[in-house]
């Protein structure tokens, strides 16, 4: 019991002396625009805090290092558990690094606080990467839900970019529709996947394929080259039926093997090309333009919606007009017209 | 001039005679209940009004016949221009009509009101359909926005289904997102195609493919039998790549000749064994009440979006920093936040 309370006056001391230390936010996005990885991860730990004081003070910092964003890339790469992101992060790190680039790994994984299922989590699976001066790797925000999530991770995009990373990827694992999410606030779209036993597209998420720019076949080494190659042909013919995106690309199918540090570079060229070829045509600066607009206005449905469905007096009626819509009792138009009424008169 | 004055006047007392003689909620009720066409056609009209008089009666009529729905089944039809819809439609009418069924015809069609491209409103198009006793076909509800028209669509659905009518079929065409709506107020989807010029697949818009519960290539007849065979069995391979539907049910493509009313009785069979094998499996119950839950939750939504986006003020703000946020003067959070400040001080 004694320990017991020593160690909570010393967490409390601990916490006493955080705090103390916690520079503002004028200090911290001077950090960050000098590069310093010391004040960006606090700058981010602030964004990810559900303290409203230190959102008062993330917001500042974001606000600051809006204008400060240089010419960064934003890639997302997901794929499913075991498919090799994380070595293929390392691997694709280490190259954007050997070419001089500065590169921050964060990852959008909405499942990682009921799972306890670490993306990232483990910087050991990324050894090299973690040491290389000229990367930056940040684990998963936790938060229950997706759209808290997100929106921590796009902001940490902000930060990171103000503070001179030239290459941001941003890795999800296919689950729930954190790929949507991901693909709303990147420049390039890039799925893993393994070669597997013939019929590849079986079980692939709905969506997926449409929002990638490219799939990589990874693990491409060993017994599996032969079968990733087949994979190639399938995924390129499947692609094929998807009509062509709003820019003009067409999604291309590569073969790695991130272990062995084979097709690396083929891949990074084709960021590039796409890069080139959506800049010179004026897609890329679009693209993000209106990935704006879609966060602003996704925010603001989303909060709608929240006010609604959180108030107590109308969660309740909710619950009992569900039932008789669902037994038509009522018709849902006119259950909506209850419930819309109940929350206005809520809201006054 | 004077022949102006004339049809004003005359429309005028047409106007006030057809206002009088609108019979009751109560009144239409009993005419539906009975099977009279002449009260449905009535009873829909009001629900299609925009008339607030007429919309509290419609609302009455809704409730009273939502109760005395029968085991009717609701069918949507999609297909793109010119791939014989309105034949199909008189033909697959025709043959239930003939098996001693009651069939009703609806459309879902937005852009009517725009194009005035007359989804069913062209009536002599089902020339025989029209005059058979056992069929009630009324043309698409005018209205500019889907959320409207898709509303009426459902709401006179209810009322052909306490009419007595044991078929609903319920047309649209391939624009915007009317299939979604259609697909959400149906039993059983289906995706009438043309065989093509080989490659079927492209140019079929996203997701439809999904929601097909059976894709039907018509015309099939003459020089196009041979394709019409080739193009069903890329359908076939293609709807393989798809993972199987949550009620376990496999999408089927057959073909049909509906000119020639050849293949008609199969389509038939094949949403008849779709019904047993659902309704076995308690699948459609439950697809309905979830399709009842949708619209509840659907419509709650749409006009909390409305309420937002239609407010004077909220719009001036949010011009501006729509602008602000694409040019990344502004976070599209920080920006939400001042929106939904304002518009909460505005509901006040």
Request: aromatic share 6%; glycine share 8%; with cysteine.
């Amino acid at each position: 019991m004694s320990t017991e309370k020593n160690t909570s006056s010393e967490s409390i001391s601990k916490i006493k002396s955080f705090r103390k230390n916690i520079p503002s936010a004028k200090e911290l996005t001077e950090g960050i625009l000098n590069g310093n990885k010391t004040a960006l991860g606090r700058a981010i730990t602030l964004v990810e805090s559900t303290n409203i004081t230190h959102l008062n003070r993330a917001n500042e910092i974001i606000e600051n290092c809006l204008t400060h964003t240089k010419n960064s890339i934003r890639v997302g790469i997901t794929g499913v558990p075991g498919v090799g992101k994380s070595t293929f992060i390392e691997t694709f790190g280490l190259h954007l690094t050997a070419l001089g680039k500065k590169v921050a790994v964060l990852a959008v994984d909405p499942t990682s606080s009921i799972s306890k299922g670490s993306i990232l989590g483990d910087k050991t699976r990324m050894e090299e990467l973690v040491k290389d001066p000229n990367a930056f790797i940040r684990p998963s925000p936790s938060g229950s839900s997706l759209g808290g999530v997100a929106r921590k991770t796009r902001e940490s995009i902000i930060l990171c970019e103000a503070a001179g990373y030239d290459v941001i990827l941003i890795e999800t694992v296919g689950v729930g529709q954190s790929e949507t999410a991901v693909h709303g606030m990147v420049d390039f779209f890039l799925l893993l996947k393994l070669a597997g036993a013939g019929d590849e597209l079986q079980g692939i998420k709905r969506g997926i394929m449409e929002m990638a720019d490219a799939i990589v076949i990874n693990k491409a080494d060993g017994d599996n080259l032969k079968r990733a190659k087949i994979a190639k042909t399938e995924f390129t013919r499947a692609l094929h039926l998807y009509p062509p995106k709003e820019n003009g690309w067409i999604p291309k199918v590569l073969t790695c093997s991130a272990l062995e540090n084979k097709g690396i570079q083929k891949i990074w060229e084709l960021v590039d090309t796409y890069l080139e070829e959506n800049k010179n045509r004026g897609g890329f600066q679009l693209k993000r333009r209106e990935q704006n607009k879609y966060w602003l206005l996704q925010t603001v449905e989303d909060q709608l919606k929240q006010s609604f469905y959180q108030n107590k007096e109308v969660k309740v009626l909710l619950d009992r007009l569900l039932l008789e819509v669902m037994d038509s009792k009522i018709s849902p138009f006119k259950a909506a017209e209850k419930l819309l009424a109940l929350h206005q008169k809520e809201l006054k």
